[in-house]
C-alpha cells in the first residue's frame, strides 16, 4: 500500500512468539489503511501459530529456536543476520518471550518496537495482569513503546488503559487489554509510516511537536493523539 503523500510503505519485519494476534491485526491493517510492508516473520518457538497466520497471508516465515542456542547473544547474531537480509526501516516485537541482548538492540537504535501488556512504567517483565489485579489497581493496560537496552524501559508512545473490573480474573483481564493493544499497536506503527512520530536525539516529536508524554487512550475507540 502506497501513501496518499506518496511516502513508500514503512518496510517492518515482525517478531513473535506465540499465538500472533497483534501480527494478525497489523496484517489486517496493512491491507487496508496501514502503510507498511510486511517483508518477514521471525518465530523463536517452531510451533508459534503466528507462523501460519504469516504463511495464511503470503508473508515470508522464519524459525530460530532459542533452545539451539547457548545464550542471548548468540541468539541475538542469529536473529541479526536474519532480520538484515529484509533490511527494514523498523522491527516490531508482537508476543515476542525473549530478552534481546544489548549488543543486538544496539545495532537497531531508535527502529525497534514493542508492545507490553501493562501501564509503563509499572510491571517491567512477565505476568502483568496477576500483578495488577494482586496490587488493587483501579486502572491496567498496555504500553507501545520503543526498545532500549533496559526491559521495557524505552520510550512509551501510547498507551491503552481501561478499569479493572469487580469480577476481572487474570484470563478476563487479560483478553480485554489485547484487544486494545491492537489498536494502539496499529495506530502507533501509522504515525511511524506517515512519518509522523519521529524518535531521534533522545527525543520523541509528533507532528513536530514534543511528545512529552505518552498518549493515553481511555475508550474502547483510538482517537487523534492530544500533544504536549
Known amino acids: 500500500m502506497v501513501q496518499e503523500n506518496h511516502l513508500p510503505p514503512l518496510r517492518i519485519v515482525v517478531v513473535i512468539s506465540g499465538n500472533g494476534s497483534n501480527l494478525q491485526a497489523i496484517i489486517d491493517a496493512s491491507q487496508s489503511k496501514l502503510a507498511v ?4 516473520v521471525i518465530s523463536n518457538r517452531p ?5 501460519q ?16 542456542y547457548s545464550g ?5 547474531a542469529k536473529l541479526k543476520q536474519t532480520i538484515d537480509q529484509y533490511n527494514p526501516d523498523l522491527i516490531v516485537l508482537a508476543g515476542f518471550m525473549r530478552v534481546l541482548s544489548d549488543d543486538f538492540v544496539r ?6 518496537l514493542n508492545i507490553h501488556p501493562s501501564l509503563l512504567p509499572k510491571y517491567r517483565g512477565l505476568n502483568t495482569h496477576a500483578k495488577a489485579i494482586a ?5 491496567h493496560g498496555a ?3 520503543f526498545v532500549t537496552e533496559t526491559l521495557d524501559g524505552g520510550p512509551v508512545i501510547v498507551q491503552a488503559r481501561l478499569p ?26 501509522q504515525w511511524l509510516s506517515q512519518r509522523r512520530l519521529i524518535w531521534s536525539d533522545g527525543a520523541l516529536t509528533l507532528d513536530g511537536k514534543p511528545l512529552l508524554q505518552p498518549i493515553v487512550i481511555n475508550s474502547e475507540e483510538v482517537n487523534e493523539p492530544q500533544i504536549v
Open 47 to 51: 510451533k508459534a501459530y503466528g507462523l
Open 37 to 40: 510492508e510486511i517483508c518477514a
Open 164 to 189: 479493572i473490573l469487580a469480577n476481572d480474573n487474570v484470563e478476563s483481564l487479560a483478553q480485554r487489554v489485547q484487544d486494545q493493544e491492537h489498536k494502539i499497536y496499529v495506530e502507533a506503527l
Open 143 to 145: 504500553s507501545v513503546h
Open 72 to 76: 542471548r547473544e548468540t541468539f541475538g
Open 135 to 139: 496490587a488493587n489497581d483501579a486502572y
Open 53 to 68: 497466520r504469516a504463511v495464511i497471508a503470503g508473508i515470508k516465515c522464519h524459525t530460530i529456536d532459542h533452545t539451539e
Open 107 to 112: 545495532n537497531y537504535p531508535g527502529r525497534i
